[in-house]
């Protein structure tokens, strides 16, 4: 089964996203969300509220040991390294980084509308493989 991750803000809060989601969890994938927002506090000092994200986490199945937060640090730092097969993401610029910085597959949600089969189609490719 392949490893992948999700974007959360404006990606994993999309009903179309979280339902790609909830298939490849179904199908035995391991599903991340790595997100920029901050963990506990952000940069000011104030406390984070991420009860969203772990409701949706939660509906969708991941568990949540699968969070990861960035913090505001780009995502690349978490993502390389860990055999991750693909991201999905709306921010070009995360998205270039990745592309750059590491050998996961970069998938851009906005503008794009192959996002959804480009997903499946990375994971198809991959099992035939193997």
């Excluded at 959360?8 to 997100?35: C, M, P, Y």
């Excluded at 406390?47 to 568990?63: M, Q, R, S, V, Y």
């Excluded at 969070?67 to 998205?95: R, V």
């Amino acid at each position: 089964m392949s490893k992948v991750s999700f974007d959360f803000d404006s990606t994993l809060t999309v009903d179309v996203v979280q339902n790609l989601a909830k298939r490849l969890v179904k199908e035995g994938h391991e599903v991340w969300i790595v997100t920029s927002r901050f963990e506990f506090t952000d940069s000011s000092g104030n406390k984070c509220n991420n009860d969203d994200l772990f409701e949706i986490a939660f509906e969708i199945g991941i568990p949540f040991d699968r969070i990861h937060f960035c913090n505001m640090d780009d995502k690349y730092n978490f993502l390389k390294d860990k055999n991750f097969l693909w991201h999905l993401d709306d921010d070009f610029i995360e998205l270039s980084l990745i592309r750059s910085e590491t050998n996961i597959f970069p998938i851009w949600r906005i503008k794009r509308n192959d996002w959804y089969n480009e997903c499946l189609d990375l994971i198809r490719i991959l099992e035939t493989k193997r």
